[in-house]
Every structure is written in C-alpha cells, then in structure tokens.
Nanobody, 121 residues
C-alpha cells in the first residue's frame, strides 16, 4: 500500500509565496514521473507542473516563471515552490505520481488527498 501525503497549502496574499510538499511512502519500488495538478471550484483538474525521475520538467503556461517543481528521489518527495501568487491560482492542489511497488512491476497512477491554496487579500 502506498500513500501520498501533501502539505504546505494555506491562505496567502496576492504576490506572496507558498511551498507545497508531497511525500510518498509504503511499498514503493520505483517512482517515475511526479507532478502537481490543481482544480478550481467548478473546473476540471489541470496539470500545473511535472518532473521526471531524471529531473526534466514541464509547466503549464500560466505558471511558467512563477512556479518551480523539484524532487528528492531519496525521500520520494516532490515540491512545488509557488511565487508571485495570483488570485486565479486559488484551487485544490493534488500531488500525482507514477509508482511501481514491490508487489507489481507495473506502474500505476496515484493521487494525494489534495491541499487547498487560497490567494486573497
């Protein structure tokens, strides 16, 4: 069994910063791509950023230059540094990872429980 546990969300003023963390734990053999998605009220879940096991990154156009994704493979943890936050960044942020376990060599898609980020004055 694998768990993805997020932390770091909260309320911040426009122009402020937050750092999200997501730690994977359990019977993990390997983690491939890790990423962050967000879902605003009444909208579909969208990719924010993702990072490969080798460190290659992709970002949504709306966050380029403001957000930075990184990971610590030794800790099975992915981070999202969010700077210059805007009200439109308000959403629930979900961690995502492609994981293979000691019980199965196949990778499957796993999600965290979500953490709320609210940008408001």
């Amino acid at each position: 069994q694998v768990q993805l546990v997020e932390s770091g969300g909260g309320l911040v003023q426009p122009g402020g910063s937050l750092r999200l963390s997501c730690a994977a734990s359990g019977s993990i053999f390997s983690i491939s791509t890790m990423g962050w998605y967000h879902q605003a009220t009444g909208k579909e879940r969208e990719l924010v950023a993702r990072i490969s096991s080798g460190g290659s990154t992709n970002y949504a156009d709306s966050v380029k230059g403001r957000f930075t994704i990184s990971r610590d493979n030794a800790k099975n943890t992915v981070y999202l540094q969010m700077n210059t936050l805007k009200p439109e960044d308000t959403a629930v942020y979900y961690c995502n990872a492609l994981i293979s376990t000691y019980y199965s060599g196949d990778y499957y898609n796993d999600w965290g429980q979500g953490t709320q980020v609210t940008v408001s004055s």
